[in-house]
T-cell receptor, first 114, second 117 residues
Framework: AQSVTQLDSQVPVFEEAPVELRCNYS??????LFWYVQYPNQGLQLLLKYLSGSTLVKGINGFEAEFNKSQTSFHLRKPSVHISDTAEYFC????????????FGAGTRLFVKA | GAVVSQHPSRVICKSGTSVKIECRSL??????MFWYRQFPKKSLMLMAT?????????EQGVEKDKFLINHASLTLSTLTVTSAHPEDSSFYICSARVWSQGTYEQYFGPGTRLTVT
């Protein structure tokens, strides 16, 4: 079984400041890792994903994440945030053995202040 | 990228009635679709896995007789909430799985807001 822990429920940050949203996971099998963003009353949009290869993954909107196998983490970062980045961010894992049953973390609310 | 649509985007129904939500893959075929439920300010909870031409697989704690899932074709899965109660009010999101470039990709619909009065 897999589980995902997002360590911060809310992250307030000023515009143009850097931000890191933390995500830890546990799994008995190898997993794929994802970050999704959700704007109010909308579905999920994929920001980035780690399947294999380079542990530093770059996504859309200037976000990137680093897979750390030893620490079972997949933290999301952005060097300079915008007001428009205010949204809910979900970390997710899916076993790479097929089935693709994606398990989501509880979410982190990123609030960018002017 | 692939597009998944949901209809309706919002629905209000009276307690005791049934409501059907459609999930369509618009430009690809999806043998597998997933239904999630999201409570306010909460994460997504996987309700069931819908496979074309066979019965859905429900997660533990999800009432299969209350949440009827039908995956009638490779582009359409439906979720019917039967005898709806106010506690069924939620945001329902579907996703479709497709094999692409040596791995599975998962695409999410925009969600359906269900309010039961």
């Amino acid at each position: 079984a897999q589980s995902v822990t997002q360590l911060d429920s809310q992250v307030p940050v000023f515009e143009e400041a850097p931000v890191e949203l933390r995500c830890n996971y546990s799994s008995s099998v190898s997993v794929y890792l994802f970050w999704y963003v959700q704007y109010p009353n909308q579905g999920l949009q994929l920001l980035l994903k780690y399947l294999s290869g380079s542990t530093l993954v770059k996504g859309i909107n200037g976000f990137e994440a680093e897979f750390n196998k030893s620490q079972t983490s997949f933290h999301l970062r952005k060097p300079s945030v915008h007001i428009s980045d205010t949204a809910e961010y979900f970390c997710a894992v899916s076993p790479n053995t097929g089935g693709f049953k994606t398990i989501f973390g509880a979410g982190t609310r990123l609030f960018v202040k002017a | 990228g692939a597009v998944v649509s949901q209809h309706p985007s919002r629905v209000i129904c009276k307690s005791g009635t049934s409501v059907k939500i459609e999930c369509r893959s618009l430009d690809f075929q999806a043998t597998t679709m997933f239904w999630y439920r999201q409570f306010p300010k909460k994460s997504l909870m996987l309700m069931a896995t819908s496979n074309e031409g066979s019965k859905a697989t429900y997660e533990q704690g999800v009432e299969k007789d209350k949440f009827l899932i039908n995956h009638a074709s490779l582009t359409l899965s439906t979720l019917t909430v039967t005898s709806a109660h106010p506690e069924d009010s939620s945001f329902y999101i579907c996703s479709a799985r497709v094999w692409s470039q040596g791995t599975y990709e998962q695409y999410f619909g925009p969600g359906t807001r269900l309010t039961v009065t």
